[in-house]
């Protein structure tokens, strides 16, 4: 009796052990997703991008900051880059919402994907930290990049402020 209660043991152990219910999701990003990444980490900091500092200022949507583009599809810009969380938006949808929502003293620039170009050599891309108030202003940062094995690295960098 014992031998038929442990022969009826193993074989529901072996039936329903195997079985698992945790599904594992393993998203692989593609080259352009790891290039707009490594391009806007660049962009967002304060060392290399003139008026990255007015991107992270308060307004309705809190921590995120503003993010649109003129050379790429809006569906493919990242919401996050590290800890940083991005709303994104066409540019006169952000113009629209913050001339309604911000404090007028403190208005956030947002951060706008103006050129993406791959050539033989590699990519270039430029950003541009830009204000929706009436003068404009902000700043430019130009990249060029080329892929080594599995992340870009930025070849150069040129930067310009905008009046």
């Known amino acids: 009796m014992k031998l038929l209660y442990l022969n009826f043991y193993l074989l529901l152990n072996l039936l329903f052990a195997c079985q698992s219910n945790v599904s594992v999701v393993v998203t692989q ?23 990255a500092s007015p991107l992270t200022y308060k307004y309705k949507f809190g921590d995120s900051i503003l993010l649109t583009s003129n050379a790429l599809p809006l569906d493919i810009l990242p919401s996050s ?3 940083q969380k991005f709303k994104i938006l066409l540019q006169s949808e952000i113009c629209a919402l913050l001339k309604k929502d911000s404090n007028l003293t403190q208005v956030p620039n ?3 994907l103006n050129r993406f170009e791959k050539s033989d050599t ?3 891309v430029q950003l541009q930290s830009l204000s929706c108030r ?3 202003g902000g700043g430019s940062l130009g990249l060029y990049l080329k892929k080594e094995r599995d992340s870009f690295v930025v070849i150069n960098r040129s930067s310009s402020s905008i009046n």
């Open 29 to 51: 990003e593609n080259d352009t997703t790891i290039l707009l990444k490594t391009v806007i980490n660049e962009g967002i900091s304060n060392r290399y991008m003139p008026s």
């Open 81 to 83: 880059v590290g800890h």
């Open 110 to 112: 947002y951060l706008l």
């Open 122 to 124: 590699g990519y270039y």
């Open 134 to 136: 009436y003068y404009g």
